[in-house]
């Protein structure tokens, strides 16, 4: 039911015979690449692990050249700016404006909601998704580049054709799909060498990843922000729960809140497109975010980028 359907991909994963696939862009990122395009990769939070566990960000950053990538950044980057602008626009608004306000970075989860609860519509965030922020700081520092998000999702497909952010992001492909193009490509990463890679992202830009993780992100810099200011969260994980969560939210539970919605059971780490077991891939977040050098999102020197990205 195309009226239904917010592209979750949920649909993809559950299928028992494998009959339903999503639309590949592998063609046209190809032929982009081979005509001489300047094309740069940015990377969902979730690929820790996904293409092995002995598999370096090093030896991913070296597989990308070799299949012709100008380059790989991180969207969780994106993802602490994200957090950050989310954190002053919950400031702005609640309560005064309305009662609660919901998170934006799942295109899934936002489309159901203003589908199936239209009058809710107007307190989901205004803010554009990691995905949208990072690619539009390459675009500011490439001004000739073209964009290929990399991520687990099936929802960010449909998310890259809309008016607002086609200009952005040129190409959108899954963690299953990169795979594909490794072994198309036959990149043995045991024969890659492990060269630097700058991860700069927080602890929490990371952690958007997992489910509760946006909402922690947020909490944390309006705590930041607002040191005497108490910040009440409630996250959902998975359509059921998100709606159960919006239903609830009717009754005027949630007032004050801040609402993280969740398209995949687990968060993106359980995306249609990724490879692994959603506890592994957590596991693998988590492991990477300790080591992260800030603890804060607001921390990060892509701050002071922020107002440029957000004209």
Known sequence: NHHKCVNCGMCLVNCPFGAIVDKGQLFQLIHAIRGGAKVIAIIAPAFWGQFGEKVTPGQIKAAMKELGFAGLEEVAVGADLCAIE???????????????????????????????????????????????????????????????????????????????????????????????????????????????????????????????????????????????RQVKTVYAEGLRECRQMLRIARTGKYDGYLLEGMACPGGCVAG????????????????????????????????????????
């Open 272 to 311: 249609a497109g990724t490879m692994q077991p959603v506890k592994k891939s957590q596991a693998a977040v988590n492991i990477y975010a300790s080591k992260a050098k800030h603890k804060n999102c607001n921390e990060t020197e892509y701050v002071k980028e922020l107002d440029k990205l957000v004209d």
């Open 86 to 228: 989310e954190a002053e626009e919950f400031l702005r608004v609640v309560p005064e404006k309305q009662p609660f306000m919901a998170t934006s970075c799942c295109p899934a989860w936002s489309v159901m909601a203003k589908k199936e609860f239209p009058g809710f519509a107007p307190y989901i965030s205004m803010t554009m998704t990691p995905m949208v922020l990072t690619a539009r700081l390459q675009k500011r520092r490439n001004p000739d580049c073209k964009i290929a998000f990399i991520g687990p999702c099936a929802a960010k497909k449909l998310e890259a054709s809309r008016r607002s952010v086609r200009s952005d992001v040129d190409f959108v492909l899954t963690f299953e799909e990169l795979r594909g193009m490794f072994e198309a490509k036959n990149i043995d990463f045991s024969q890659i060498p492990d060269e630097q890679a700058q991860y700069e992202a927080s602890a929490p830009g990371v952690g958007f990843a997992a489910s509760g993780g946006v909402a922690k992100a947020v909490e944390k810099v309006i705590e930041k922000l607002e040191p005497n």
